[in-house]
């Protein structure tokens, strides 16, 4: 699709410091409507992982469009979730000690929203027993980043049924999905979402059915969608991508066709010269995320230029041949290539309408909690105030 910037240009750059992250409110309400065509217009079938939007303003955005279900990997997004006015969230990380603990203590604040964490051991089940955390089964589907095997069927059944009442279902992140080739992802994820219904089959067997099966990040969501076998199942089925609510470049290539577009950028303020041919503005990896590798961002409306290796405050771009060489002073809009960690760099970002700034929002959930967060015998002040010996 093409991307034009001047959908995106702010009116007054000379009153913002850079870097800064913008979020785009009227884009992010039609990429939400958009992932929800996806799912033929249902919400229920939908559990965006809010790992992405970060913010509660965003998180409210959902909200008003009938979502109540989300995914998210910390504590502090838990409880901004739990905060914005979410029925139901999995803290879709293995939880064990105090931040068990923590996930326990959201969960009695907030009787309002149902609490889930996943597990994939006995002793993830039993921190949990007695408290209002449900459980969800992580299996793995391949990934082999968290999870019990797909292959250990009998050990999956097992876990549920230690899990008692407490059991809600399986999670099934195929993030692997993302390094199939397009042509093949399609029949690769609905290979693994037989082998998941298999594991499905063998629960029911056991008298252990589960309530909801999640699939399907942000490369995988039309696929799980797509997949018959989910329609007929005895449980709700949902696929779970949270890039599409801004978008990057890599999500864009991963979902041609979908009429999403980016919805967050980082406006950088061209800084430097250092040679002919290229220039360096302030969008370091402390600013765009570096962790999907280089480059780190595509700059909107402008081909010619290609951004290099970052370090921690300088992007450099190196400027093709008869292109215009923009100025020191010039402002360049840029498209993450990972926009998740990067929203996660900003502590608050300018909500753009028509143009114009309508708003600073607070990043909620950016970084962690507290560590100190469950109270142990010392104050905040303490905390700030105390000396390393």
């Not at 299996?139 to 980043?145: Q, Y």
């Not at 969608?225 to 089925?237: K, N």
């Not at 607070?362 to 905390?383: F, K, M």
Request: proline share 6%; charged share 20%; with cysteine.
């Amino acid at each position: 699709m093409e991307i034009r910037l001047d959908r995106y240009a702010i009116e007054d750059t000379g009153s913002v410091v850079t870097p800064a992250l913008l979020i785009y409110p009227e884009i992010v309400d039609s990429n939400i409507e958009t992932t929800l065509r996806m799912v033929g217009s249902d919400p229920n079938r939908w559990r965006p992982h809010i790992k992405t939007a970060k913010l509660a303003a965003i998180v409210r955005r959902m909200l008003n469009h009938g979502i109540r279900n989300f995914k998210c990997s910390t504590t502090l997004e838990l409880l901004t979730a739990c905060q914005s006015g979410a029925s139901d969230v999995l803290l879709a990380f293995a939880v064990t000690a105090a931040n068990a603990k923590r996930a326990v203590e959201i969960a009695g604040e907030y009787p309002q929203t149902r609490v889930s964490v996943l597990a994939e051991s006995p002793e993830q089940v039993a921190a949990g027993r007695g408290s209002p955390l449900g459980i969800f089964i992580d299996v793995n589907p391949g990934m082999d980043r968290t999870g019990i095997d797909q292959e250990q069927v009998g050990e999956i059944v097992t876990l549920a049924r230690a899990a008692g009442d407490a059991f809600r279902g399986l999670h099934y992140y195929d993030g692997q999905m993302s390094g199939v080739a397009a042509a093949e992802r399609e029949a690769k994820a609905h290979q693994g979402y037989d082998h998941l219904l298999r594991i499905v089959d063998a629960l029911a067997s056991a008298g252990l059915n589960p309530g909801e099966v999640i699939t399907s990040g942000t490369p995988a969501a039309p696929f799980g969608y797509s997949f018959t076998g989910f329609r007929a199942g005895r449980f709700v089925h949902r696929i779970s991508p949270g890039t599409v609510v801004y978008n990057d470049f890599t999500s864009l290539e991963q979902l041609p066709g979908y009429e999403y577009a980016p919805a967050a950028l980082v406006l950088s303020t061209v800084i430097s010269h250092p040679t002919p041919r290229h220039i360096t503005c302030d969008a370091g990896h402390k600013s765009i995320s570096a962790d999907a590798g280089t480059p780190t961002c595509a700059v909107m409306g402008r081909t010619g230029l290609k951004p290099l290796k970052p370090s921690e405050e300088h992007l450099p771009i190196e400027v093709a041949p008869g292109t215009e060489l923009p100025r020191i002073g010039d402002k360049l809009y840029l498209i993450p290539r990972h926009v998740c960690p990067t929203v996660n760099n900003f502590d608050d970002a300018l909500m753009v309408v028509n143009g114009r700034i309508e708003s600073v929002e607070r990043v909620t959930a950016r970084g962690h909690e507290n560590p100190l967060v469950l109270g142990i015998g010392i104050t905040q002040s303490d905390y700030f105030g105390a000396q390393i010996t």
